[in-house]
């Protein structure tokens, strides 16, 4: 027996290094095809020498200061205005029943698509939208939609909000789940029975202790809303529209050579990431040194109802924007004709379910497999390293896991041409091995951050114990510690699983134009701009992550009910 | 009616749906007298701690008024009931050291940062912990955490204060010390104070009245 | 740099011309190799009438030839091309991904130049004999640059404005008119960000017919003539962008985005590059049916869609086939029927078999569809070398 335990805990070992293998393939040819080109060098497009000239032509492009100081604002705005309001939410909200309920309401926005939740809720906002058509002409007077910049306008807020509606959740949740790693309930009882407020002693007490778990999630928001692309079109500005949108414009230039300055855009664009995550550390040490007085002069602060409605309400209302958004793209799926200022639809049909509804088959299916495959795929690696760190302690492969939220940061266009090339190199593009394999890049980063700080915050007596009686790892692996950690290992899937719907650069180019998904048919067909074809998509595009969501929250209470009922 | 001085439950019953866990009790707990609740598991001791803090799960039900010195607290949030706990675990804030737990707990009324400073060093004085002010929490014994952890309670000028098994996590030896050290505290400050716990010697060493809950068990988790 | 081009060029076009040279002396053979190929079709799928007019040929080309088509749906020619563009650094000169590309002259340009084409090849299809490469030069010539067998047209577009009859009953016919009426309709008119063909086009457009001699567009610009042919250009849009939408500081993203504005009634105008798509848009309850087409009185420019085939293509014989099907006179009616797609035709009516020809005749209009006597004869594309360079100076101007 103690060989094979021996033999356990050496294969467990791979896992790491088994995982970073998979990753750093198409990572390095991702990061070089980015950085080579920048520095002149792709010789399937004439460039065979090293120079500058990409960088010069980059810093020759016409508004790519103020692109980037978009991309900078916007992005920074948004993860702190997320920031502000899952913690003044948590602080304020804390003790309500709402607050409890929040995962389950919050899941089904996750598991919404960005796009579709951006276009909902353009078509909410804009001056010809749906709150404006509520009350024109009637209330307004406007017989036309009045020439005022709601979408679109150029400080970007509108970008800003249409990434709160989905980063507010995202943060929010994984605030949830770092709550539960934590004494919480005696902290805050301890905190509130030296006198301190329940806002006060979220704030001084929770807040510090969880913040080192959720950072990671506030960087990947920093990175994604800084290089996001898909909502940016719908929702930026256009001249100049965000750093991202025009990076990737530039690699879809008809003049293929726009393919050196793009690269060096996209570099750019790395750093700026870098930077403002760098920027973002250097203000959570400034923020922590100076609330260190406030924490500790023994304020107390008594804020009642006004506070607490306050945030309540603002959380409340973005949810409701994505749904309200997404509910009327619903409404547009059954719309005939519907014009300004008409506030439902003047005609109404079946026919685009009816003209869709058989082609969403194969696709669907495709979908489902696919995430499948890799959010199990993800699931199985970030349960292997994450066993491995606890049986074989930190070793070195643990310690460059960090590797793996490259993808995140790059900007998708260019990092995805490299792992293209590097899949037809091995000849494996348009196969499922390969688009599993493109989707697990993205995919991957996330699992392990939903999955992570629960499992590494598992009480090892548990484990312990079980060894001890079972004489097993295997047993304990599968008879204690997972079903003990159930919720956040299918959380996490769940998590993983969205992502994979959500791919649309990924799949195109590791596909190969083999597979067609959701997103694909959605994002395509988005581009006709026709509001009840995108309704049709969103909607049945958020069906199958919304099914996976709702498994993840029923099975484990399920499973818990029947073992209580076994136990009576 | 005239309320004395100290802790007073009113009439207090507390139940879980049909089942009565706390019938009606009325109970006086004057300054420094320590009385201790014990009762098997399961007969609502932990129950009662959590209404008298105002942290009663929704499926509870209760009825009755505490008053403290005469001031009815029953309907205020446990942040303005000035009451004091310690419990099993001693639950200081890793992410303060010793010295900033204990700032934390001083009153607003406590101006000026060098002499907050000062009280706060002045209690882990009293508590034999002169020179742990910047030691952070996890690098302390059993003991010593237990002690910072009654001095951080005392310094937020509790009016009544409830131990939940203070002692049950040390071992035998330092339990003796720990709890005389506690007991003389709450002694010099004269606190009314009601101590829950399993074990017979320490409600021997408060050496005040003692309620038995309903011998009765059952098999619901208070 | 340069020489390192041109020799991959010939290295690739040597590659191919003996496989072309092969199937040149038969097509009878084409036709049995093509037999059972799977032909992968990058195509724009924005658009769902193209979509199933696309699902209509597979079906066809199946029944026909065996062949099993399918459409690779993109958002943008170029994921198509970088994929060809990635194969080929890669080294995958043969087997390649992509079959055929449905392709817009400037990005048939850029592939054509970084020899990732095969070709030629028109001459191999029997159908290509039916194109009107006389009465519509710009079947062969694409954006001034001759085609040279590169690629096959299959349908024709021309620029058209669309407006709402209801809200303008007379819109304005010319440049210099469009602004006059901007300066009494303050925020209703736009077109799409500049990045966007249809952006650029509304500026080629204009500049069309504010230049003072036509003839110049027709050659490379250059830096010496660049400034002062487009003078009036810029003279005119300066004063006009503050006149428009959003005071001309946002612009919609593409043609579709600026079509969902013309129906929130937050625009009155707008350009098109399909003269059917206003009467598409009507029968598909995107546009009131108000809305109708016009073009200026001095004429719009026009152009051709083609479909070319990469240089590495997997499945050349497939492609070659479906090609040739789509200028079948049968394919050329069905997309013209503007309940499939409204496109009109590449071939020249006259070398059609009189049935052939009343495919044609018997179709009907969209109520928003011009005759050819109101479209009139297209204008040529400018040289792409004034698009690129119009692109430049107003992102110099304005994007700042």
């Known amino acids: ?568 | 009616m005239k309320h004395p001085d100290g802790l007073l439950l009113h009439r207090v019953t507390i139940s879980l749906g049909a089942l009565a866990l706390i019938p009606e009790t009325t109970l006086t707990v004057a300054p420094g007298e320590i009385t201790t609740v014990m009762g098997p598991s399961g007969t609502g001791k932990s129950t009662l701690l959590n209404y008298l803090c105002g942290t009663l799960a929704p499926a509870f039900s209760a009825s009755g008024q505490i008053f403290i010195h005469g001031r009815d607290i029953s309907a205020l949030p446990i942040e303005k009931r000035r009451i004091g706990i310690l419990f099993q675990d001693d639950l200081l804030f890793p992410h303060m050291s010793v010295g900033e737990n204990l700032l934390f707990a001083l009153p607003r009324s406590v101006k000026g940062r060098h002499r907050r400073q000062d009280l706060a060093e002045q209690a882990l004085d009293e508590a034999g912990l002169a020179g742990y002010y910047q030691r952070s929490p996890g690098t302390l014994s059993g003991g010593q955490r237990a002690r910072v952890a009654l001095m951080r309670t005392l310094l937020s000028n509790p009016e009544i204060i409830l131990l939940d098994e203070p002692f049950a996590k040390l071992d035998t030896e330092l339990r003796t010390v720990i709890r005389q050290f506690v007991f003389a505290h709450i002694a010099a400050r004269a606190l009314p104070t009601l101590l829950v716990t399993h074990d017979i010697r320490d409600a021997e060493a408060a050496g005040g009245p003692l309620l038995s809950l309903g011998a009765r068990a059952t098999d619901h988790q208070s | ?400």
């Open chain 1, 1 to 568: 027996m103690k060989s094979e335990r021996h033999k356990g805990s050496r294969a467990l070992r791979l896992v790491p290094w088994i995982t970073l293998a998979l990753f750093l393939g198409p990572v390095l040819a991702g990061l070089a095809a980015t950085a080579l080109p920048a520095f002149g060098y792709l010789p399937a497009l004439g460039g065979d020498q090293f120079n500058l000239h990409s960088w010069q032509r980059l810093f020759e492009v016409p508004g790519l200061t103020r692109a980037a100081g978009l991309s900078l604002w916007t992005g920074l705005l948004a993860t702190l205005l997320t920031v502000i309001l899952v913690f003044g939410f948590c602080s304020a909200m804390h003790d309500t029943a709402l607050f409890r309920k929040s995962q389950i309401i919050l899941s089904p926005l996750l598991a919404t698509p960005h796009v579709a939740l951006a276009i909902g809720l353009a078509f909410l906002i804009a001056p010809s939208g749906w709150l404006v058509r509520l009350v024109s002409p009637w209330l307004t007077g406007w017989t036309r939609p009045p020439d005022i910049a709601m979408v679109q306008d150029s400080l970007g807020l509108a970008l800003v909000l249409g990434l709160l509606i989905k980063e507010v959740p995202f943060i929010l949740l994984m605030t949830l789940s770092a709550l539960n790693q934590v004494p919480t309930r005696e902290t805050l009882l301890t905190a509130r029975s030296l006198g301190y407020s329940p806002v006060a002693a979220w704030l001084k007490v929770v807040l510090p202790r969880i913040y080192p778990q959720i950072r990671l999630p506030i960087y990947a928001v920093l990175a994604f809303s800084m290089s996001v692309v898909d909502v940016a079109v719908v929702l930026a500005p256009t001249t100049p529209p965000p750093l991202s949108v025009m990076v990737f414009r530039m690699f879809m230039d008809r003049d293929l050579t726009m393919i050196f300055p793009a690269s060096a855009g996209a570099c750019l664009q790395f750093l700026l990431v870098a930077a403002a995550i760098g920027a973002w550390r250097l203000g959570e040490i400034l923020v922590a040194r100076g609330a260190r007085p406030w924490m500790l002069r023994g304020h107390r602060k008594r804020s009642g109802p006004p506070l607490y409605y306050a945030w309540g309400g603002l959380v409340i209302s973005l949810v409701a924007l994505s749904v309200v958004g997404t509910l009327t793209l619903g409404l547009w799926s059954f719309a005939h004709t519907w014009f300004y200022p008409l506030a439902l639809p003047s005609a109404w049909t079946l026919s685009h379910w009816l003209r869709h509804l058989p082609d969403l088959a194969g696709p669907a299916l495709t979908t489902l497999l696919l995430g499948l495959a890799a959010a199990s795929l993800a699931l199985v690696l970030a349960l292997g390293c994450l066993q491995n760190e606890r049986v074989n302690g930190v070793g070195p492969a643990s310690r460059m896991l960090w590797l793996l939220y490259l993808p995140l940061l790059v900007p998708q266009i260019a990092f995805l041409f490299g792992a293209q090339m590097l899949l037809v190199r091995l000849d494996l593009d348009g196969t499922w091995p390969a688009l599993i394999w493109a989707h697990l890049l993205f995919v991957f980063p996330y699992v392990f951050l939903a999955l992570a700080d629960p499992w590494r915050a598992f009480d090892p007596r548990y484990r312990n114990t079980a060894l001890a009686l079972t004489g097993s790892r295997l047993r304990t692996f599968f008879r204690v510690e997972l079903p003990m950690m159930l919720k956040p290992v299918l959380f996490a899937f769940a998590i993983g699983f969205a992502v994979s719907v959500g791919q649309y650069l990924s799949t195109i180019f590791a596909g190969g134009g083999r597979f067609t998904t959701l997103t694909v048919e959605a994002v395509t067909l988005a581009t006709g701009n026709d509001r009840r074809v995108i309704g049709i998509y969103a909607l049945t595009q958020a069906v199958l992550p919304l099914l996976v969501y709702g498994m993840a929250i029923v099975l484990p209470a399920f499973l818990q009910r029947r073992q209580e009922r076994r136990n009576r």
């Open chain 3, 1 to 400: 740099m340069k020489k390192g081009v041109l020799l991959t060029l010939i290295v690739v076009v040597a590659a191919c011309i003996p496989a072309a040279a092969q199937v040149a002396e038969d097509w009878e053979s084409i036709v049995d190799k093509a037999r059972g190929q799977t032909v992968y079709w990058n195509a724009w799928a924005g658009d769902e009438n193209t979509n199933s007019f696309i699902a209509w040929v597979g079906r066809r080309v199946k029944e026909d030839y065996q062949i099993d088509l399918r459409h690779v749906k993109i958002s943008l020619t170029s994921e198509s091309v970088s994929r060809v563009v990635a194969e080929k650094a890669a080294g995958r000169d043969t087997g390649g991904s992509v079959d055929m590309i449905w392709i817009n002259g400037e990005n048939f340009l850029a592939m054509k130049d970084q020899g990732l084409l095969f070709g030629p090849f028109t001459q191999l299809l029997p159908n290509f004999q039916l194109v009107d490469t006389e009465g519509k030069p710009t079947t062969i010539i694409d954006f001034t640059v001759p085609v040279e067998g590169m690629e096959a047209p299959w349908r024709m577009a021309q620029i058209v404005y669309v407006y709402d009859a209801l809200r303008l009953p007379e819109p304005p016919r010319s440049i210099p008119g469009l602004l006059e009426w901007a300066r009494e309709n303050p925020g209703r008119i736009t077109h799409p960000q500049i990045r966007n063909f249809l952006g650029s086009t509304f500026l080629k457009q204009a500049l069309y017919e504010l230049v003072e001699d036509a003839d110049v567009l027709g050659k490379p610009a250059t830096d010496a003539n660049f400034a002062t042919v487009t003078a009036p250009l810029w003279a005119w849009y300066e004063e006009l962008k503050p006149l428009m939408w959003r005071r001309g500081e946002q612009f919609p993203e593409s043609g579709p985005a600026m079509r969902q504005l013309l129906a929130d009634n937050e625009i009155d105008i707008m350009i098109s590059f399909s003269p059917n798509e206003a009467s598409t848009a009507i029968s598909k309850g995107l546009l009131p049916d108000s809305v109708r087409t016009y073009v200026l009185d001095k004429g719009t420019i026009g152009n051709t869609s083609f479909n070319a085939i990469p240089y590495n293509a997997a499945n050349k014989e497939g492609a070659l086939v479906v090609i040739n099907f789509l200028l079948s006179p049968e394919s050329q009616a069905h997309a013209q029927n503007p309940e499939v797609m409204g496109n009109f035709t590449v071939l020249d009516l006259d070398r059609l078999s009189p049935e052939e020809r009343r495919l044609f005749t018997d179709l009907p209009r969209g109520p928003a569809t011009l005759s050819d006597a109101e479209l009139g004869r297209p204008l040529p594309e400018p040289h792409p070398s004034w698009m690129d360079r119009i692109v430049a100076a107003w992102e110099q101007r304005y994007s700042r």
